[in-house]
């Protein structure tokens, strides 16, 4: 056999060798760890009616609304929204530091040359001087044998981190469907309380040419006509504040969609459906179905296989390295047989007084441990809280619409018969004015609620994992 032959295999050989080595890695092997959550949500918030519901989150549950308005907000948002542009580019960080993680696992290969010419002391007591070259190509390769597995639990460490960051893009996601909604019913809420103070303001400036006609002949007194036109600038002063807050709504939906200028018409909250509420499920299956959670649990992976990156440096280092190519005077030559070099060489590097460095890197280790776990359990307690949360919320908008609803026609009633009570000379204006205000009250309770209800469902939504899937985030190989 060659030498070159016996070289490569010397070289595979060891290459082997560290493979089977690097069968054992210190450090504590991850394990989900128990989380003690209720069997069952509140009897208040579970009661939430769901008959007819999805049994499962919709992972586009905004559709369920069914206004095209809405959906073409969400796919701007999606396609432009500058926090989620964030988040991909995190995700990219990171699993370009897995791969390197990784390829430190296999032997690196180096191709290196040099040409030389030097010429050396003729005075020297070793013989020979005057000009020589030297001409040199040679691959080199070196290999560290994973025996204690450092670089196999930081490859662990990054995979759970780079995974934690494709979950985080869930969550901006998710947060950014939730915010975009809550924006979006807010907007059309405020055009019904517009539309309702345009009615106002109508109705207003129309009493006052009334009662100045009465006061100029004689059948009503100065102060209803002063009382009125306080109420009218009072509605107009209302209508410039609302117009004012569907400005601001108007550019945060902007911001959210990436949509610089962005303008909507007027539209109405009456014309939104509810969707039926989806039924919570058991809190345990929160550990799945939420991003953030899920997160979390990645981060903690992540910490625990840092524990043995730590660990596994209190123990000595072993190398490999080899060359293989050739050398010689001539630069014709350099790949002859005769001009072939080799080298193979094991290098260890033994610890041996660092002044507790490496214990001290261990000690923030498992601290960082310990931290990862709380922030898993506070994920895990503030998951279940949102759910109770949403569900008590929607529980109370959905049982106090009917007493709502039948407030705002009772006050519609009462101000029918005042508006005709006042118009016949039966009541002063003081009646009809307190009628119209007790209806306007009851209108904008009726919107109020309405956007309560939407309000609420979106968070439920959200609360139960929606707005995403667990199959979009594929494992990091």
Not at 223 to 235: K, S
Not at 317 to 346: Q, Y
Not at 453 to 469: D, I, M, P, R, Y
Request: proline fraction near 4%.
């Amino acid at each position: 056999m060659s030498d070159h032959k016996r070289t490569m295999v010397k070289l595979t050989l060891s290459a082997l060798a560290a493979a089977v080595l690097a069968g054992c890695a210190v450090g504590p092997d991850y394990r989900r760890p128990d989380v003690d959550l209720p069997a069952q949500y509140r009897a208040d918030a579970a009661a939430v009616p769901a008959a007819g519901g999805p049994q499962e989150v919709d992972a586009q549950w905004w559709r369920l609304f069914g206004d095209p308005q809405l959906d073409a907000l969400m796919d701007a948002a999606f396609a432009r929204n500058t926090d989620l542009q964030q988040a991909v580019a995190r995700v990219e960080q990171a699993e370009a530091l897995l791969r390197e993680a990784r390829a430190l696992q296999w032997p690196s290969l180096d191709l290196g040359g040099s040409a030389v010419r030097a010429r050396s002391s003729t005075t020297t007591a070793a013989p020979g001087g005057g000009v020589a070259n030297n001409f040199r190509a040679a691959l080199s390769t070196a290999f560290e044998l994973d025996f204690w597995g450092r670089l196999r639990r930081a490859s662990e460490a990054a995979r759970a981190q780079a995974l934690a960051t494709r979950y985080a893009h869930e969550v901006v996601r998710q947060t950014v469907a939730g915010l975009v909604a809550q924006s979006y019913f807010n907007l059309r809420a405020l055009d019904e309380q517009i539309a309702l103070t345009r009615e106002t303001l109508k109705t207003r400036e129309e009493s006052v040419r009334i009662l100045r006609l009465r006061l100029q002949g004689g059948t009503s007194a100065r102060i209803d006509v002063d009382q009125a036109e306080a109420l009218r600038a009072d509605a107009a002063l209302q209508l410039q504040e609302l117009q004012r807050q569907r400005a601001i709504a108007e550019s945060q939906l902007g911001l959210l969609t990436g949509q610089a200028g962005l303008e909507l018409a007027e539209g109405s909250l009456r014309g939104l459906p509810l969707p039926p509420a989806p039924p919570p499920g058991l809190p345990s299956t929160l550990l799945e179905r939420r991003p953030d959670v899920r997160q979390a649990e990645a981060l903690l992976a992540s910490a625990n296989a840092q524990i043995g990156v730590a660990k596994a440096a209190l123990f000595p280092t072993l190398s490999l390295t080899g060359l293989a190519g050739g050398e010689s005077a001539e630069l014709s030559d350099v790949l002859k047989s005769g001009s072939r070099i080799w080298s193979i060489g094991f290098g260890l590097t033994l610890p041996i007084f660092d002044a507790g460095r490496r214990l001290a890197q261990t000690e923030q280790a498992e601290a960082r441990q310990r931290e990862a776990l709380a922030a898993y359990q506070g994920a895990v307690q503030s998951a279940f809280k949102d759910v109770s949360d949403a569900l008590v919320n929607l529980r109370a908008a959905r049982e106090s619409q009917a007493d709502i609803e039948a407030s705002e026609r009772a006050s519609l009633e009462v101000l029918r018969v005042a508006q005709q009570r006042y118009d016949a000379g039966y009541s002063p204006y003081l009646e009809l004015l307190d009628a119209q205000r007790s209806a306007n009250a009851a209108r904008l309770r009726t919107v109020s609620n309405r956007q309560a209800q939407l309000a609420a469902t979106v968070e439920l939504f959200k609360a139960l994992g929606g707005g995403w899937s667990p199959e979009a985030v594929a494992e990091a190989r």
